[in-house]
T-cell receptor
Framework: AQKVTQAQTEISVVEKEDVTLDCVYETRDTTYYLFWYKQPPSGELVFLIRRNSFDEQNEISGRYSWNFQKSTSSFNFTITASQVVDSAVYFCALSTTSGTYKYIFGTGTRLKVLA | DTEVTQTPKHLVMGMTNKKSLKCEQHMGHRAMYWYKQKAKKPPELMFVYSYEKLSINESVPSRFSPECPNSSLLNLHLHALQPEDSALYLC????????????FGPGTRLLVL
């Protein structure tokens, strides 16, 4: 079975705080892909990052960083020095060979950054 | 450029109306997708087109009818919808169907009265 769990439904932080969004996935496939998307109130899902199962290297892009750990089946996302513009719903997604590469989305984490 | 455009942005329709949603991309992608998203839920896949052919239909009711006239365009024809069909409809595209990253459009917010 394929599954993505985002246990944090909603997080509120004050501007400039660091925040980590958790993503735990389940799959028996050895080849799979993990994604993070941002959905601001406007509705569009904005692609942030894709990671394949063979690449456990962590990634940093400006204030964003991602920690991929196969040992714990987690792909966590950290925003450093959060800003009000980071307020959005963040989705983690999984696609696998046996799932015909259809996206399996987590339930999303709503992040509110307060000024 | 990773832009997918959708029109209209908002649509209000009655249960007897016929309307269409349009999606366009000029990235040369050969896979296009329709998703439905209810409030506070993740997107749910409806249809996948690969090389202009319907490859996945997630058991969507026939009142939703997709069409892919060419590799850049994707339509969703709506007829005799129900109030519970009110949602955000998202279009996405990817270079091919498969392990590729999907790029989403801004969506059409549909209200069925």
């Amino acid at each position: 079975a394929q599954k993505v769990t985002q246990a944090q439904t909603e997080i509120s932080v004050v501007e400039k705080e660091d925040v980590t969004l958790d993503c735990v996935y389940e799959t028996r496939d050895t080849t799979y892909y993990l994604f993070w998307y941002k959905q601001p109130p406007s509705g569009e899902l904005v692609f942030l990052i894709r990671r394949n199962s063979f690449d456990e290297q962590n990634e940093i892009s400006g204030r964003y960083s991602w920690n991929f750990q196969k040992s714990t089946s987690s792909f966590n996302f950290t925003i450093t020095a959060s800003q009000v513009v980071d307020s959005a719903v963040y989705f983690c997604a999984l696609s696998t060979t046996s799932g015909t590469y259809k996206y399996i989305f987590g339930t999303g984490t709503r992040l509110k950054v307060l000024a | 450029d990773t832009e997918v455009t959708q029109t209209p942005k908002h649509l209000v329709m009655g249960m007897t109306n016929k309307k269409s949603l349009k999606c366009e991309q000029h990235m040369g992608h050969r896979a296009m997708y329709w998703y439905k998203q209810k409030a506070k839920k993740p997107p749910e896949l409806m249809f996948v087109y690969s090389y202009e052919k319907l490859s996945i239909n997630e058991s969507v009711p026939s009142r939703f009818s997709p069409e892919c006239p060419n590799s850049s365009l994707l339509n969703l024809h709506l007829h005799a919808l129900q109030p519970e069909d009110s949602a955000l409809y998202l279009c996405a595209s990817s270079p091919r169907a498969g392990e590729e990253t999907q790029y989403f459009g801004p969506g059409t917010r549909l209200l069925v009265l």
